[in-house]
């Protein structure tokens, strides 16, 4: 969350005419938060005075890029819980094979919270990539008690709109997750010969069917064919969809 200082300093700059890559690159602000304030400069001003990006109406995310991503890991495989004083820890579980899903997950969070510190708690065979604030709640309003499979799970109207604005990042963050992409293969006898074929394909595992609906709403944005093999997963075979989807998710890094 940027103070009013550096909001106050970023809507002069752009008021004398500095373009946004000038003011980005000057003071370290991306783009998409800097064309927010600058749209509704007010909003900017009130979010800051009230520290979290949601109290104002609509909600002043300072990346919405990242968000998205944000929202897709926590709904697969993220956890918030309260300490004390009132502040509250949000942790991103990843698995220790994948140290690129690890950075990837703290950038989002560094992005989504930019004066916040990030920490890697390990565990056994499993980080939890994490950060501390008092609006974690705020900005993830499907925290509750209980597994998220026990109770709804439903995106408020501006986290809807974030998701399609960014259906590709917020399916990253899901099938990065609880999801996977792998390598199935057959045999086929052609001219009397047997060979094996290869193909990857995507699957996405989750016991909520509110979150699984979520994953193929994202899915229809971007006009990727799925479908519903068990109960509690999709999956995402077709070769052009698999294609479709690995420009926005690809492998776990």
């Given at each position: 969350m940027?103070?009013?200082?550096?909001?106050?300093s970023?809507?002069?700059?752009?008021?004398?005419?500095l373009s946004?890559?000038?003011?980005?690159?000057?003071?370290?602000?991306?783009?998409?938060?800097?064309?927010q304030?600058s749209?509704?400069p007010?909003?900017?001003l009130?979010?800051?005075?009230?520290g979290?990006p949601r109290?104002a109406?609509?909600?002043?995310?300072?990346?919405?890029?990242?968000?998205?991503?944000?929202?897709?890991?926590?709904?697969?495989?993220?956890?918030i819980?309260?300490?004390r004083?009132?502040?509250?820890?949000?942790?991103?579980?990843c698995?220790?094979h994948?140290?690129?899903?690890?950075?990837?997950?703290?950038a989002?969070m560094?992005h989504v919270?930019p004066?916040?510190k990030v920490?890697?708690?390990?565990?056994a065979?499993?980080?939890a990539?994490?950060?501390?604030?008092?609006?974690w709640?705020?900005?993830?309003?499907?925290?509750?008690?209980?597994?998220?499979h026990?109770?709804?799970i439903?995106?408020?109207?501006?986290?809807?709109e974030?998701?399609?604005e960014?259906?590709?990042?917020?399916?990253?963050g899901?099938?990065?997750?609880?999801?996977?992409?792998?390598?199935?293969?057959?045999v086929?006898?052609?001219?009397?010969?047997?060979?094996?074929?290869?193909?990857p394909?995507?699957?996405?595992?989750?016991?909520?069917?509110d979150?699984?609906a979520l994953?193929?709403?994202?899915?229809?944005?971007?006009?990727i064919?799925?479908?519903?093999?068990n109960?509690?997963?999709?999956?995402?075979a077709?070769?052009?969809?698999v294609?479709?989807?690995?420009?926005?998710?690809?492998?776990?890094p």
């Amino acid at each position: 969350m940027y103070d009013r200082r550096i909001r106050e300093s970023a809507l002069l700059l752009l008021a004398k005419g500095l373009s946004l890559n000038a003011a980005s690159k000057e003071l370290g602000i991306s783009r998409a938060a800097l064309t927010q304030w600058s749209r509704a400069p007010e909003v900017a001003l009130a979010a800051a005075e009230h520290g979290c990006p949601r109290c104002a109406d609509p909600p002043d995310l300072p990346d919405r890029h990242a968000y998205a991503h944000l929202l897709g890991l926590y709904l697969g495989d993220g956890y918030i819980s309260q300490l004390r004083k009132g502040v509250y820890s949000l942790r991103i579980f990843c698995d220790d094979h994948y140290p690129g899903l690890q950075a990837e997950a703290g950038a989002s969070m560094r992005h989504v919270r930019p004066p916040g510190k990030v920490y890697r708690v390990p565990g056994a065979g499993c980080s939890a990539v994490m950060g501390l604030w008092k609006h974690w709640p705020c900005l993830f309003p499907q925290h509750g008690p209980g597994m998220k499979h026990t109770r709804p799970i439903v995106l408020e109207s501006w986290q809807r709109e974030i998701v399609e604005e960014y259906p590709g990042r917020f399916l990253r963050g899901l099938f990065h997750s609880d999801g996977c992409r792998i390598t199935n293969w057959t045999v086929r006898t052609v001219n009397g010969t047997p060979k094996r074929y290869e193909y990857p394909r995507y699957f996405f595992t989750n016991a909520s069917a509110d979150i699984r609906a979520l994953c193929t709403w994202a899915l229809d944005l971007l006009g990727i064919a799925w479908r519903q093999p068990n109960p509690r997963q999709i999956s995402v075979a077709r070769r052009e969809a698999v294609a479709a989807l690995d420009t926005h998710v690809g492998p776990k890094p």
